[in-house]
């Protein structure tokens, strides 16, 4: 049996098209909702199908938008499919929603959301512990037991508010501890810490979670390298779609035979990547900014053959009156194999 | 999990009072947590309680001889509708409070990961509403009886009955009104439901006066609100000590039964139809 599995797992939302912001608009708004078109359907989640193992630490990486949380939320029930349906530790979602329930925890992103201000650490993960029909005489062990594997043993009385949000984020993987269910879902659960706690949180998911206490941590991210460092397997989402899955490694080897030009430059931007990609044997170029009180930006160029391009970048680059400032030839990253299938950037 | 631990989690009426139990504790630390609004907040009651005093003091003389079938005392007349009117507005208002508050706190999501969460949220608030209006009503008693020399001629069995029963029919419709929070988007702490017959409530329903002195095209309108027929019953059972046996008390019971048998299952249908809805559109969370 898998964790997780889905079945052409379909959602869409029906966005409102209103704007009362001035009589004009008012009126076209009112119009269009006579004519029954005051609302816009988009699909966040189209047709997924996953096989997610038990004790797998998956990542679903995708840019903002992308359907991770709308996906998440579907297989924690709070949300309802629009056709297709999962089973989470062998429990259809729509058919057995309260097992289902008992299968499952969600670590969200927003690191305050879930929690009550005026109740100590203590008695919020009391409170979560009753909500779930834990025995009393289970609750002390456990909430000690909790509290001490996510190292926030000394502020089992302290108010949420006074932690950091790296203890409250810890906090939360505490709470989803207690009722030990067998699959964790974490909506980015390292987007609001800083490096530091994020590092942190991300060591313990990998040490502790997974690889000790055996838990299937199913992981949402808009990060690369945290993606890399911590999952087995990554599912690529864009637009609702997996377009892929499949271990870093393998993804990686998708793009064998492909090479990427970084360069490093002042006064370097899209347009500079839109010239260079028009050069032969280039697959595609893009431009970040890297600084922008100092004006510093790199170009990726993907491309088969850096040899025999990279003079011809070069030129292209001077030219356009661009002072680079380094040139390297790397190996492709997540990022790159994400732009590969999706043709555009994580950032986007 | 392992066998022990599924054992360990189990959801029976204990749960259910446990989880209540806990959710009280959270809302009574979450209100004693900034002591100057608490103190505050008992002040202002205190000073409503002296205000309607002296309010009924002086119109007393006024309204004595429209009151002869409730015992011709204003300010105990008054009592009487302010105290009941706390325990309906808590029926009609706590569900769709309730959602509006873990709405924008964010944990409504959080109150549908658990089995039994969102039940036990919605029935909590309403148990905590009612626990403080207890409180409330006991103070305004408490105040007109010592401070004010305010005489009521109880019956307690009659009160009592005719104070759960109207709670009853009223909280059909305050689910009705909850609904509206996910079924039209009425996500804003004002519902059509609540407004209009908060509004109805406090102009025909007899709160403040006797419906008596009302023309008759709006004592019909009164008559369509649970909370007359309530306000009616237990003013003869607070101030003139009918017993249940009587048959104006009797024909007020029988009504507001009526309204609960017809509004409490409309009112948990079309709550249930709500958050079906919310989850089938994705609005229960402000917060993504």
């Not at chain 1, 056709?83 to 670590?107: K, P």
């Not at chain 1, 949402?220 to 377009?243: D, F, S």
């Not at chain 1, 993804?251 to 899209?270: C, F, Q």
Request: charged share 20%; proline share 3%.
């Amino acid at each position: 049996m898998k964790a997780v599995e889905t079945f052409d797992l379909t959602k869409r939302f029906k966005v409102k098209q209103l704007k009362l912001t001035s009589v004009e608009s008012m009126i076209r708004s009112m119009k269009a909702l006579l004519k029954h078109e005051g609302k816009e359907t988009i699909t966040a989640v189209d047709h997924v199908n996953l096989e997610i193992n038990k004790g797998e630490l998956f990542g679903l990486l995708g840019p903002n938008g992308a359907g991770k949380t709308t996906l998440i939320k579907l297989l924690c029930t709070v949300l309802k499919p629009d056709e297709g349906t999962a089973r989470v530790d062998g429990h259809d979602i729509l058919r057995e929603r309260q097992e289902a329930l008992t299968s499952i925890s969600l670590v969200t992103s927003i690191d305050w959301l879930g929690y009550d201000y005026a109740m100590s650490v203590r008695e919020n993960l009391e409170f979560y512990a009753a909500l779930h029909g834990f025995q009393p005489r289970a609750f002390k062990d456990r909430i000690d037991e909790s509290l001490a594997v996510v190292g926030l043993s000394e502020k089992g009385d302290v108010k949420p508010f006074t932690l950091s949000s790296g203890q409250r984020q810890r906090m939360m993987i505490a709470r989803s501890l207690l009722i030990r269910t067998p699959i964790f879902f974490m909506d980015e659960p390292t987007v609001t810490l800083d490096p530091d706690a994020a590092a942190n949180v991300r060591a313990f998911i990998r040490d502790e979670l997974n690889e000790k206490m055996g838990q299937t941590i199913v992981l949402t991210t808009h990060l690369m390298h945290e993606a890399e460092a911590l999952c087995g397997r990554i599912a690529i989402m864009n637009n609702g779609r997996i377009i892929v899955c499949d271990t870093p490694q393998n993804l990686k080897r998708k793009m064998a035979g492909e090479e990427v030009i970084e360069i490093h430059a002042s006064n370097i931007g899209t347009e500079v990547a839109e010239r260079l990609s028009r050069l032969d044997v280039v697959n595609r170029a893009s431009a970040a900014i890297e600084d922008p009180m100092m004006g510093l930006g790199l170009v990726r160029i993907h491309t088969r053959d850096s040899r025999t391009v990279l003079p011809k970048i070069l030129e292209a680059v001077d030219v356009a009156g661009v002072k680079v400032r380094h040139v390297s030839i790397i190996e492709p990253t997540l990022e790159d194999v994400f732009i590969h299938f999706t043709g555009r950037g994580l950032a986007a | 999990m392992t066998k022990r631990e599924v054992e360990e989690l189990r959801f029976d009426l204990s749960s259910y009072l446990r989880a209540t139990k806990m959710l009280l504790r959270k809302e009574l630390t979450a209100m004693t947590f900034f002591s100057t609004s608490f103190l505050i907040g008992i002040m202002s009651t205190i000073a409503n309680i002296a205000l309607f005093y002296y309010l009924a003091s002086f119109v007393g003389a006024y309204a004595t001889p429209y009151l002869g079938e409730f015992g011709g005392s204003y300010a105990a007349f008054m009592i009487v509708g302010i105290v009941l009117n706390s325990f309906l507005t808590v029926a009609l208002t706590s569900t769709y409070s309730a959602m509006c508050n873990g709405y924008f706190e964010g944990n409504l999501e959080f109150y549908m990961l658990s089995p039994i969460g969102i039940w036990v949220y919605v029935g909590s608030r309403a148990l905590f509403e009612y626990v403080m209006a207890t409180i409330n009503v006991m103070l305004y008693f408490f105040i007109g009886i010592v401070v004010f020399g305010v005489a009521f001629n109880i019956n307690i069995l009659t009160a009592i009955v005719v104070i759960l029963v109207s709670m009853v029919a009223v909280t059909g419709l305050g689910l009705i009104g909850a609904s509206l929070f996910s079924l039209i988007e009425a996500k804003g702490y004002t519902n059509p439901v609540q407004w209009i017959v908060g509004l109805l409530v406090g102009l025909v329903s007899g709160v403040y006066f006797p419906i008596s002195i009302l023309p008759s095209w709006l004592r019909g309108i009164s008559s369509l609100l649970p909370q007359t027929y309530a306000l009616e019953a237990a003013r003869l059972a607070f101030l003139k000590s009918i017993p249940l046996s009587d048959i104006t008390v009797i024909y007020d019971i029988t009504v507001l039964v009526a309204f609960s048998i017809v509004l409490v299952p409309i009112g948990i249908w079309l709550f249930k139809k709500g958050l079906e809805r919310d989850q089938r559109e994705g609005t229960l969370s402000l917060w993504t």
